[in-house]
T-cell receptor, first 115, second 114 residues
Framework: EAGVAQSPRYKIIEKRQSVAFWCNPI?????LYWYQQILGQGPKLLIQ????????DSQLPKDRFSAERLKGVDSTLKIQPAKLEDSAVYLC?????????????FGPGTRLTVL | AQSVTQPDIHITVSEGASLELRCNYS??????LFWYVQSPGQGLQLLLK????DTLVQGIKGFEAEFKRSQSSFNLRKPSVHWSDAAEYFC????????????WGAGTKLIIKP
């Protein structure tokens, strides 16, 4: 079974530039998560999708971050414009649904450096 | 407030020695508990999880964890560590009423001495 795919793996940009990350979840997984992981911290949930609807985006800085999940499969996360404090690893995870037995499966992440 | 505490930022153990990583949580509802491992440059991999039933949970790679409700703890153990266990370990807590969203600890970095 193929895992969660993410691209790019690394990205370096200057502040005020824009950047986009892509995620392809495990086939059949209805729920998709985007996390931000700053060095030395645990992951922080940015947004959770159930199919192509948003379940929770309360921690997404909506003035600069946006995310979409068209057709309930792939998802993109965009930052525009980027700030220095956005330097982090952006993790995508997916799960079958929101149930008691659910496990979140993570992709390798995209390491973003903002200069 | 809901929180997860991993008191040890770093732990160093000798190869072959036993390991215990601590995790304490503060959660109003019955929690679901997870341990994940993150190797350098890798995504997070699930080691084990507790939902209900037997409070001693077996996971992959020889790890186990014990849920102690009275102590609000879910400590991870391994009887004999291998150099390949060097990684960062994260404890996480979720609950049905919060859409199973996970609250994460800050992680414990495990260093293995040869």
């Amino acid at each position: 079974e193929a895992g969660v795919a993410q691209s790019p793996r690394y990205k370096i940009i200057e502040k005020r530039q824009s950047v986009a990350f892509w995620c392809n979840p495990i086939s059949g997984h209805a729920t998709l998560y985007w996390y931000q992981q700053i060095l030395g911290q645990g992951p922080k949930l940015l947004i959770q999708f159930q199919n192509n609807g948003v379940v929770d985006d309360s921690q997404l800085p909506k003035d600069r971050f946006s995310a979409e999940r068209l057709k309930g499969v792939d998802s993109t996360l965009k930052i525009q414009p980027a700030k220095l404090e956005d330097s982090a690893v952006y993790l995508c995870a997916s799960s079958i649904g929101t149930g008691d037995a659910d496990t979140q499966y993570f992709g390798p992440g995209t390491r973003l450096t903002v200069l | 407030a809901q929180s997860v505490t991993q008191p040890d930022i770093h732990i160093t153990v000798s190869e072959g020695a036993s390991l215990e990583l601590r995790c304490n949580y503060s959660y109003g509802a019955t929690p679901y508990l997870f341990w994940y491992v993150q190797s350098p440059g890798q995504g997070l991999q699930l080691l084990l999880k507790y939902f209900s039933g037997d409070t001693l949970v077996q996971g992959i790679k020889g790890f186990e964890a014990e849920f102690k409700r009275s102590q609000s703890s879910f400590n991870l153990r391994k009887p004999s560590v291998h150099w390949s266990d060097a990684a960062e370990y994260f404890c996480a807590v979720g609950a049905r009423h919060s859409n199973y969203q996970l609250i994460w600890g800050a992680g414990t970095k495990l260093i293995i001495k040869p």
